[in-house]
């Protein structure tokens, strides 16, 4: 790699480090608002848990689909799952994060990441539809599993992502698995107020 080159990818590598600070409107069990860098971190080790699942996919793709898929948000942040249908042009914006985000990387890097950005927000092969699925499991997973506010909306959890879980059987069967939280977690009475 040419000293240009190698000074470009750390370039990006510092760039993208702005993903850590972006934080989602999940929060941790410990009540803290996630990072879109600690949702993608998760989204890689569910993908590598089921990897065996999945053999006849490119277990490499599936984790570069992960690792890629909301690097875009570190310039502007995230969307809320719940406030998605607001914002028409969020793939749009990402898309242009990202490429201001990969200006400094060789061009075929760049290519190679915006491909696989573009596949997975296309659903364009059975790898990204993987993830786009896993992707929605993580967010829902979090949802369940967060100290989150008393008005917290659980039913949205139920409907959000739905139209994935068909790319593989054991996507509808985790489905089914964080549905009976969902609704366990929704049905329970706001805690009392601490003072």
């Not at 069990?29 to 949702?39: D, F, I, K, P």
């Not at 969307?79 to 914006?93: E, I, M, R």
């Not at 790898?127 to 949205?156: C, S, W």
Request: glycine share 4%; net charge negative; charged share 25%.
């Amino acid at each position: 790699m040419s000293p240009s080159d190698l000074q470009g990818c750390l370039t990006f590598i510092r760039e993208a480090e702005r993903l850590k600070s972006v934080l989602r409107s999940a929060y941790s069990s410990t009540g803290r608002q996630e990072s879109t860098a600690e949702h993608t971190w998760r989204l890689c080790l569910l993908a590598m848990v089921f990897e065996s699942e999945w053999k006849e996919l490119d277990a490499l793709k599936i984790l570069k689909l992960c690792v890629l898929h909301d690097l875009g948000e570190a310039l502007h942040g995230d969307v809320p799952a719940v406030l998605q249908h607001q914002a028409p042009n969020k793939s749009a914006q990402e898309r242009a994060d990202l490429q201001t985000l990969m200006r400094t990387l060789p061009y075929e890097l760049s290519s190679a990441f915006m491909a696989l950005w573009e596949e997975y927000e296309n659903a364009a092969s059975p790898e990204a539809r993987i993830v786009k699925g896993l992707d929605k499991l993580e967010t829902i997973l979090q949802h369940n599993q967060g100290d989150n506010p008393a008005d917290f909306d659980y039913a949205f959890n139920l409907e959000y992502g739905n139209k994935y879980m068909g790319a593989h059987p054991l996507l509808q069967q985790i489905r089914a698995l964080v549905d009976a939280d969902t609704a366990q977690r929704g049905s329970k009475p706001p805690a009392p107020p601490q003072s």
